[in-house]
């Protein structure tokens, strides 16, 4: 059976028996990567898998750049298009961390509204974008990274976005008892690499990572879990330092 294998177009064997095998026929079995069963054994196996049945899958998604300009009476931003830094934190009236720059502007993408009039405006050739000005509560304060802290009345939100479609050719592996599909793809946006790991028994695990032209690698989880992902301000927090939405301009 291994020698037909090898003469098809085919990428797995399995062989299923209704006596079982002998252990030196299973032995051989793996040394050859074959998957052996008898008819118990064969009827709990999930034969829809992910990892055996996708040739080719598309990305499609929205690659959006984001930034968050604060108006403060005592702190002018170096770039004023370019905004503070994503990872500066803001502080409640009691002087409490809620967010950063950067879970406040994913919270306001979270919007269902504003999400859907992203999706809306954006095209192939030259995308869509917004930006929205955003009151805060009396007392806000926003800490930069370097430790200097100011008051903020006002965060102006901007969102500059395309829509990415990118085609993966996916390839096959195994590692003990885990199935792999993995493809690569790369365009002006960077370069990709998207993965699929199944485990019998466990939830399927997907992740998208890109690196950048610049250099800057980003990671995202499709489905499970992955370490590396973008945070969004709770509903508490954005009450908490958010006035309301004021004026919005697409």
Known sequence: MCCKHN?????????????????NAAAKARSLGV???????AEKVDWTKYVDRLSS??????????????YSPTYTSEDPFKGTSMNTRFLD??????????????????????????????????????EITIPL???VRMRLPNGDEHAVHELKVVLLAHPLIVRF????????????????????????LVTIVETEGSTVNAQLRIRRPWGEVQTYSLAGKTEDTWGVAS?????????????RRE
């Not at 899958?57 to 929205?62: K, N, Q, S, T």
């Not at 809620?98 to 999706?119: K, P, Q, W, Y």
């Open 169 to 192: 050719v996916m390839e096959r592996a195994s590692f003990r008892d885990a199935q792999i599909a993995y493809g690569s793809s790369s365009n002006d946006k960077g370069e990709f």
């Open 93 to 130: 009236a009691q002087g409490e961390f809620r967010a950063t720059a950067d879970e406040i502007a994913h919270a306001v993408l979270a919007n269902g509204s504003i999400f859907a009039a992203t999706v809306a405006k954006m095209n192939v050739a030259n995308g869509g974008g917004w």
């Open 35 to 41: 998957e052996c069963h008898n008819l118990a054994s």
């Open 235 to 247: 509903d508490d927090a954005m009450k908490a330092l958010v006035g309301g939405l004021t004026r």
């Open 137 to 139: 509560q009396s007392g």
């Open 57 to 70: 899958i598309f990305l499609a998604a929205i690659d959006a750049t984001m930034a968050v300009v604060p």
């Open 7 to 23: 003469r098809l177009p085919t990428q797995k064997l399995v062989l299923i028996s209704k006596a079982g095998f002998t252990g």
